[in-house]
């Protein structure tokens, strides 16, 4: 070994010494400044102000990160109190006494609590909050001051709607809570607060109604979310593909929304909501395949109008699956099943092309998926251009060149325009990667494959869970009642009853008789 390499392990042993710090907080201020100092490596926006109240021999110190707190509350509300009003009156000399008295007249913060050991002391100091430490006592007070930079609530950017609340969740979780309770006003609304990342400590909420919700999916989430070991949650999506249940499918078991109202709908179905700190996308489940074609937007018009909409939704689900799959299935192995002057027609069309339909329609099916990629990534502005001028200018410039057929264009567009029509994005990618699986057995078996594939697919989503609820519900296990809310949107007057599906314990939505 050799003397740099030695020096080395003396210093990481040292540091490792020095790292380790006591549970507990000290007696001695000047220790608890120190061990939180060597915790920190006493960064540059950490603010300590040690000061003497009035003019005993009481010495204090509040401690708090510069940015994360409102500097003007702590001075107004602590500082300025702690320093004039315990010149004004005689405090006690008891050091317990004295923090009694602090906490329970001088600090004028509603939301102020007592810290015992050092790791809830640096968790509140990390997140936002003061701390006020007095010299002779093992004990802090954490003073709520959180003050950092927030966005302003506004229009969700993912689920606009023509008709609908235009508020939508932020990065902070407070906000989004109380963008729920606004909602729903009911004093059995729940929220349950856990902690996940090791490192990130990020503080993640589990929201329902309470004599809604099954009890046995309350207790299965709770257990599922304590098994969360991670060193950050930036997103939701950390926290929904740790919890699902199978994380091989390609559909989703948890919805995501940045919408309030969605979430207060589905909480008084019977559903949870996930609620995490700097992120705007709240999770529910348990979710169907039902649940993934529906929008806000359906209740907010008349029935019939919201029984369209849903009708062209499934439409859209069918064709962008199945339709470039039928395509290569109808022109390589069932051509007799296509009307004569349509063969024709299609026949005229694709004389010169040099690929097999097959390969026309993957090189035009991955052509278009570069696009879309492409048009997210872009500044808004940008991104609609290129999405919309690049698909015109590449097929036509495709179909000039006799590479591929104007009719296959016309079926890329429709599956396309089909895809964007599903209003959960998450699904809406679960059916562009089924559409190759389709594309591909197309090929091989013609609509044997495409029948194939399709039945494997069902097998999978009947044996599908979302947190105990079956994924194909209500269509198997039947729930015939939860019909009228499904491919149907029936009058409001008739959606008496919650989803028969959830085994919810108040069944009723209303109490305007059976439904």
Known sequence: MGLGSFFKKKQQQKREKETEFPVDLKKSLDKNMSVLKIMLEEPNDLVIREFSLGYTDHRCAIVFIDGLVDKDRVNDNVLKNLQIFAEKKELPYNTKDLLHEIEMELVSISDVSKGKTLDEVSNALLYGSSILYLDGLDKAIIIDAKGWKTRAIQEPVSESLI?????????NMRTNMVLIRRHIRDPNLRFETFQVGRRSK????????????????????KRRLATIDLDNAPES?????????????PFPQLTNTERPDKVSAALLQGKFGIILDGTPFVLIAPVTLGNTLQSPEDFYERWTIGTFLRAL??????????????????????QGMIPTKLAFSI?????????????????????????REAGARLPKTIGQTIGIVGGLVI????????????????VVALTAIASF???????????RLLRFAFMIAAAVLGLYGVILIYIMVNIHI???????????????????????????RAPITMLTRRPGYLQTDDSKSTDKGEA
């Open 313 to 334: 939704r499934y439409l859209a689900a069918f064709f962008s699956m199945f339709l470039p799959a039928l395509y290569i299935a109808l022109l390589s192995y069932h």
């Open 395 to 410: 097929g036509e410039a495709a179909v000039t060149a006799g590479i591929v057929s104007p009719v296959m264009v016309i």
């Open 202 to 221: 990020k503080n993640l909420v589990l929201t329902y109604v309470e004599g809604i919700i099954h009890p046995d999916i309350v207790k299965e989430v």
């Open 421 to 431: 029509s599903i209003p959960d994005y998450s699904v809406a990618i679960s059916f």
């Open 462 to 488: 009947v044996n599908l869970r979302s947190f105990g609820v079956p994924f194909s519900s209500p269509f198997a296990p039947f729930f015939f009642k939860d019909f009228k809310d499904l491919v149907l």
């Open 163 to 171: 008709r609908g609340p235009r508020e939508g969740f932020i990065e």
């Open 237 to 249: 999506g950390f926290i929904e593909e740790w919890i699902e249940d199978s994380f091989l499918s």
């Open 347 to 371: 026949a005229a069309t694709r004389e010169g092309v040099p690929f097999p339909a097959a390969i026309e329609a993957i090189i035009m099916a991955i052509t278009m998926e570069l696009l």
